[in-house]
């Protein structure tokens, strides 16, 4: 039997979502010296990096990183504000001159591109068994302020819509970390090529086997 990723599956034979994805912590991260500590997290729980450096990005690498043309990724990011400003009683016309997420997600974007080119960042690919679903839940929520404790934006960030918008800046969460396996696929050769990324054994694939 074959799955959505053609991976096939027998009885007999397990075979396990090995998978890729990428982080990259951003200039608040690297600023404040947490690189060591959120690297740990992922090493931990059994990730392999299999592939890691520092970058200076460019205005290009960052518009292809958040490309204006994926819409429902910045709508997306219009309409939680949206929501999260009529949650707290806050105008967003009064605010941001527009109610359409669209434009909202793009003045957003503008910010977020900002902040990536302010400064280096480090960025990884990790691998593992399920490994895009399993950095996102060490990861966290989106916003600090509603990520659990325990989670990397949970534990080292308390900020919200509210602070990052009226602030005109994008919301200090720490880190990026591919969305989903379709998003992963994109990202990785934006950042590493081929021959950057390794192979090697670590031991716990022979204890989980
Ligand atoms: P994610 O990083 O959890 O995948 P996305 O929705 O992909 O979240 O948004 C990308 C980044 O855009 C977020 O990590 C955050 O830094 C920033 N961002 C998202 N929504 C807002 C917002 O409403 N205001 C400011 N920045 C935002
Ligand atoms: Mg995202």
């Not at 460019?58 to 204006?68: F, G, Q, T, V």
């Not at 669209?102 to 691998?127: C, D, H, M, N, Y």
């Not at 593992?128 to 404790?149: C, F, Q």
């Amino acid at each position: 039997m074959k799955d959505k990723y053609g991976i096939v599956h027998t009885l007999r034979i397990h075979i396990f979502y090995m998978e890729q994805t990428l982080i990259v912590f951003k200039p608040d991260a690297i600023a404040r010296g947490l690189m060591g500590e959120i690297i740990t997290r992922f090493e931990r729980v059994g990730l392999k990096i299999v592939a890691a450096r520092m970058v200076e990005v460019s205005r290009e690498l960052a518009d292809k990183h958040y490309p204006i043309s994926r819409r429902e990724f910045i709508e997306g990011m219009g309409g939680k504000t949206i929501e999260n400003y009529e949650k707290l009683g806050i105008d967003v016309m009064a605010d941001f001159g527009t109610t359409d997420t669209f434009e909202i997600g793009s003045k957003i974007r503008e910010w977020l591109v900002g902040l990536i080119t302010s400064g280096p960042v480090f960025a990884a690919v990790l691998e593992g068994p399920h490994a895009v679903e399993l950095v996102r839940k060490i990861v966290g929520h989106t916003l600090p302020l509603l990520s659990a404790p325990g989670t990397i934006r949970g534990d080292y960030s308390y900020d919200s819509s509210y602070l990052a918008n009226t602030g005109r800046r994008p919301i200090k969460n720490l880190l990026h970390a591919s969305g989903n396996v379709e998003e992963a696929k994109y990202e990785i050769p934006l950042w590493f090529k081929p021959e950057e990324i390794y192979t090697y054994e670590r031991v716990e694939e022979k204890v989980m086997r």
